[in-house]
């Protein structure tokens, strides 16, 4: 029977929110640091614990709701969202639309959101949660929370970005491990492979996972290759770069 690890994280400590549109009504930010990263314990589930806060900006009353609208999980991996009652990981709108929404008084804050990552394994787990107003669902805020358990993956590092930008690898010449950044404004479907010189793909560091937008950092590991010129090439359904490098040992 495996054992079980259980990892709580709940930093508490209020950072400045990274929610692609800030609504005027109200906010929802996390409580501490939205990407969490773990060692990987072989045979052990852990439970990251993300918390948001909620704040009502204005004197009037807000109804609202939490979407779940990117859930990008490696295998056997889920999320639960929270909101005081925890829902099934299936569910991917709080309170449920059969039921009467959230309200948040006047001036009210609250931390009662959280949504629970369950990783067995490692790799990267990305969901992107939108808090938005029932009677305007226009009006809205969100968030993207991600975890990483082992060496692998790739995680974001900011989410303030004017564009599309695939930059150059650092170090450059490097030996054997370097990593790389890209940027993306909006939600997009992202690919990030290695090529050798002869165009042989030799590494996939971003498998067309969903990505909210932000600026993200990969880490390439050629302790197993050979040195020369290599080439790293992103790609979206709106964007396309390469690069090259040099591997030096």
């Excluded at 790799?123 to 009677?135: A, H, I, P, Q």
């Excluded at 009006?139 to 692998?152: A, L, M, R």
């Excluded at 990030?192 to 002869?198: E, P, S, W």
């Excluded at 990969?218 to 197993?224: E, K, L």
Aim: hydrophobic share 40%.
């Amino acid at each position: 029977m495996k054992k079980f690890f259980y990892i709580f994280v709940l930093v508490l400590i209020c950072m400045t929110g990274s929610g692609d549109v800030k609504a005027q009504s109200f906010t929802f930010t996390p409580l501490g640091s939205n990407h969490v990263s773990l060692p990987f314990i072989p045979d052990s589930i852990q439970i990251v614990k993300h918390q948001g806060i909620v704040h009502n900006n204005t004197a009037n009353p807000i109804n609202f709701r939490f979407a779940r609208i990117v859930n990008n999980q490696p295998l056997n991996w889920y999320t639960q969202m929270c909101y005081d009652l925890c829902y099934a990981s299936f569910v991917d709108t709080i309170s449920l639309t059969s039921d009467a929404p959230y309200t948040l008084a006047p001036h009210q804050i609250d931390t009662l959101f959280y949504i629970d990552f369950t990783c067995e394994g490692q790799g990267l787990g990305t969901s992107v949660v939108k808090m938005y107003n029932t009677n305007n669902p226009a009006e809205f805020d969100q968030e993207t929370f991600s975890v990483q358990v082992g060496d692998v993956g790739v995680y974001n590092i900011s989410n303030v970005v004017e564009g599309y930008e695939l930059s150059q690898n650092y170090p450059n010449p490097f030996n054997p491990v370097t990593n790389i950044t890209f940027s993306i404004p909006v939600l997009e479907t992202v690919t990030l492979k290695v090529y050798d010189i002869l165009g042989n793909e030799v590494a996939v560091l971003v498998n067309n996972e969903k990505l909210a937008g932000g600026k993200y950092k990969v880490d390439f590991n050629a302790g197993q290759h050979s040195s020369g010129i290599y080439y790293y090439t992103i790609k979206t359904e709106s964007f396309v770069d390469t690069k090259k490098m040099i591997l030096l040992k």
